[in-house]
């Protein structure tokens, strides 16, 4: 089986190229031929004993497409995307790479012409959705963004669920939860503190936490984002009809929900890491967040996460810090 | 003011024409220029005392937007698109003209550059849902077309909520009913018959109804659309927040109750006018399509419809037959 994943230098990607070495199979099937593509060649892939290609690949640009699809991979797993803050900054750019460039993909495998009929597995995001939000949000919610990204990524998901209707290809959307704990260092995206709260003080380090401990998301480890990417990559997809798009299973928890297993898993030596400094503009973003789901479709095919933050904070010790 | 109409030679468009001219103002204000733009350039306006033009435009192709808004259009109702069966036969053209063209409109508004942010009222569809539907269609139900028509205006919806959130233009998108009674000669639409059942035998003509008697769609006739638009192009939106696509009104009917509605206008003879020729084919198109809505937003908004099918038939026989 021959699978392309774009995006694979990003954090996700890496971590899916890690597991994918690792299982050698896919469904079933010996996995011969590995190719990572991203806007800078991905590095090569230590251990995979099939052959593995680096593509340097801007698929919004003329022919990228069309080259990142040349070996026809079995599976594209297109997890290339500009993200929410730099969508919403550089509004050209958005759309150019994960409205223009996810088309050019889709185009792409359609003008292909030999029968060739991929599996897609597309990451999109609970950005999809936006406020105002019943307490639980169903899976017959309407999606109503309110970031240009999570619009780009929407309109990525009904061309996919069209493609697949029409018979060019066999497509998935997983819409993720809050990816945390994000390993690595902290970034600029609002969201970040989600992460940073629990990955900070797990390190010795401070952190800072801008909101109130009552706000509330849904969050999967990037251990479970993975699990999910590999999950889509071999179902049959035949009983989502053509409703193609599903909100991943995640963990509904509170800021305050999150300390208190930092505190378990901790101590209050860690907890007393985190500063307080509330930021009104944080604030108000965070209030058109969703932060409680009833991902009911993809609990039936299959899709599992963690249900407590312990778990969430034991994937990252394990995955993260166990070799440090 | 200046109002750009496009695909303003199509039966809505004509209308909404007439409308404008017979006004003369909207919201209040003079109309001073009218621009109609269609792919074939729309005749003369019949009786407008101020500027009228007249534009042949493909929006899709370079350039024809920015000329089409050259004049700066306070209002631009843009109801050019590629119909249903269209874009289902040919999948460039639909996204071509539904996608790409209603996008390069959006983008020479912001290209303009001079503060330039007019009302869009964009003419969306009940194509943006798809089945399986609860028995009533509320508000926050998801939009999951099943045909390319259908994601190429759940698309454009998208990018109007986006741009308009955005600062860039203050659009609304207007999910149509079916439009019944549509006039003039019987199409290939799948939907056809819904009109022709009543404009043939009110024309003393036959129509043939392909589905059985409990088929229910949700309709509005011409005269309520073209209300739509104009009250559209002249409210406050801002109690819409950013969700932009609005479900029309209109009257939830079956087969039998336009039949009976037929009966008590033009009696038995009229009714016997009426061939049943089931088509298979039909009939499973139209189990995908929904028959009940509650349009709640866009009545608080004070947006109307017919409520009875009597008043739908009386408004075909003013609006189409009284002058014959």
């Not at 704990?181 to 709260?197: E, T």
């Not at 969050?219 to 991943?248: E, Q």
């Not at 604030?283 to 996460?305: E, I, N, T, Y």
Request: aromatic share 6%; proline share 6%.
């Amino acid at each position: 089986m021959h699978i392309l994943i774009t995006g694979a230098a990003g954090m996700i990607g890496r971590k899916l190229t890690a597991r994918l070495t690792a299982d050698g199979v896919l469904a079933g099937r010996e996995i011969s031929t590995l190719s990572l593509a991203d806007i800078a060649a991905p590095p090569a892939v230590a251990g995979f004993p099939g052959r593995a290609t680096s593509l340097e690949v801007d698929l919004s640009q003329p022919g990228a497409a069309a080259r990142a699809i040349a070996g026809r991979p079995e599976v594209v797993l297109h997890l290339a995307a500009v993200v929410s803050g730099e969508a919403e900054a550089d509004f050209d750019k958005g759309y150019r790479v994960n409205l223009d460039g996810t088309r050019a993909l889709f185009e792409a495998i359609r003008a292909a012409g030999d029968g060739y009929r991929p599996r897609v597995v597309f990451t999109s995001s609970m950005a999809a959705y936006g406020a105002p939000f019943p307490d639980v949000i169903g899976d017959e919610f309407v999606t109503t963004p309110l970031t240009s990204y999570g619009t780009q990524k929407v309109i990525a998901e009904l061309m996919l669920a069209d493609y697949s209707r029409r018979g060019i290809m066999d497509g998935v959307a997983l819409r993720l939860p809050n990816i945390c704990i994000r390993p690595g260092a902290p970034n600029k995206a609002a969201s970040g503190f989600f992460s940073s709260i629990l990955r900070e003080p797990l390190a010795g380090r401070e952190a800072v936490l801008p909101v109130g401990e009552d706000v509330r998301s849904w969050h999967a480890s990037p251990r479970a984002a993975v699990d999910f990417l590999v999950h889509a990559a071999a179902i049959d997809l035949a009983p989502l009809g053509w409703r193609r798009a599903l909100m991943m299973p995640g963990l509904s928890a509170t800021v305050g929900e999150q300390i208190a297993a930092l505190r378990r898993a901790a101590g209050d030596a860690a907890v007393k890491l985190i500063r307080r400094v509330p930021d009104p503009a944080i604030m108000s973003m965070v209030a058109g967040w969703p932060g409680r789901f009833d991902p009911r479709r993809a609990l039936a095919l299959g899709f599992r996460a963690e249900s407590t933050f312990d778990e969430i904070i034991r994937a990252h010790v394990e995955d993260e810090l166990a070799a440090g």
